[in-house]
Antibody, heavy 129, light 108 residues
């Protein structure tokens, strides 16, 4: 059974860099995509980005200039760094396993889909001086 | 505003059928996945691809798509289905992915 667990400081100061790690157990970190998602208090979910163990990453355009993701296959971990944080970065941060897929329908049209099937329990990060 | 639009709130009587929708231009070519989130819990996947349910998700949940609208239907809603529901798919303006704003489902 795949399990994910986020870890990192629960408090960050404005302008600092936020660093979080997600530990993967029960599945190989290789040949998979891994996502970060966040949820500000009382608000909806926001996709931060995802990364493949090859190092290929895709980031939310609104955060791209501040985000870096990486994978450490030797430790079965992947990480998120968010620079120059402000109070608006206060949120619960989740990691998840991400899948891409596609299928062809009868008329030959190809459809694509994306989903995240396993999530960590989330870690709360507060940005405050 | 989100590139995937959901009604903020929907209600359903216990045992009745409810449809939660997600609209966006990208949904003409991409299927949405759906997540259920209860208070103070992580989201869980309840639907993906054309109409696929992860193991453990009751078969009263079903998915569909028409034009630019994806739908999650609960047939015979139960009290435990009361939660926030989020759709997720590709954004219409690039290679990024987005969540809908979420729908709060109340079971009366």
């Amino acid at each position: 059974q795949v399990q994910l667990h986020e870890s990192g400081p629960g408090l960050a100061k404005p302008s600092e860099t936020l660093s979080l790690t997600c530990s993967v157990s029960g599945d190989s970190i290789r040949n998979n995509y891994w996502s970060w998602i966040r949820q500000p208090p009382g608000k909806g979910l926001e996709w931060i980005g995802h990364i493949h163990d090859s190092g290929s990453a895709n980031y939310n355009p609104s955060l791209k200039s501040r985000v870096t993701m990486s994978v450490d296959t030797s430790k079965s971990q992947f990480s998120l760094k968010l620079t120059s944080v402000t109070a608006t970065d206060t949120a619960v941060y989740y990691c998840a396993r991400h899948f891409n897929g596609r299928f062809r329908e009868n008329r030959g049209v190809i459809y694509y889909y994306y989903y995240m099937d396993v999530w960590g329990e989330g870690t709360t990060v507060t940005v405050s001086s | 505003s989100s590139e995937l639009t959901q009604d903020p709130a929907v209600s359903v009587a216990l045992g009745q059928t409810v449809r939660i929708t997600c609209q966006g231009d990208s949904l003409r070519n991409y299927y949405a996945s759906w997540y259920q989130q209860k208070p103070r819990q992580a989201p869980i996947l309840v639907m993906y691809s054309k109409n696929s349910r992860p193991s453990g998700v009751p078969d009263r949940f079903s998915g569909s798509r028409s034009g630019n609208t994806a739908s999650l239907t609960i047939t015979g809603a139960q009290a435990e289905d009361e939660a926030d529901y989020f759709c997720y798919s590709r954004g219409s303006s690039g290679h990024h992915l987005v969540f809908g704003g979420g729908t709060k489902l109340t079971v009366l």
